[in-house]
């Protein structure tokens, strides 16, 4: 597999998961939280790889 599709398959798995974090604690997908968490676990599985 090639290093773009790791990438791009990190950021969206971190992206979706940004999602349902704030969903935890009761809050909107389309929240403020929940544009936050996005942004952190796209950029937090680019660091992982």
């Known amino acids: 597999m090639s ?3 790791i990438i ?3 950021m969206v798995l971190g992206s979706v998961l940004g999602v349902y974090i704030p969903a935890l604690w009761g809050d909107s997908s389309f ?3 929940s544009v936050i ?13």
């Not at 968490?37 to 790889?49: N, Q, R, S, V, W």
């Open 37 to 49: 968490t996005t942004a952190i676990g796209g950029f937090g599985c680019l660091a992982c790889l």
């Open 8 to 10: 791009m398959i990190g």
């Open 31 to 33: 929240s403020l939280t």
């Open 3 to 5: 290093q773009k599709k």
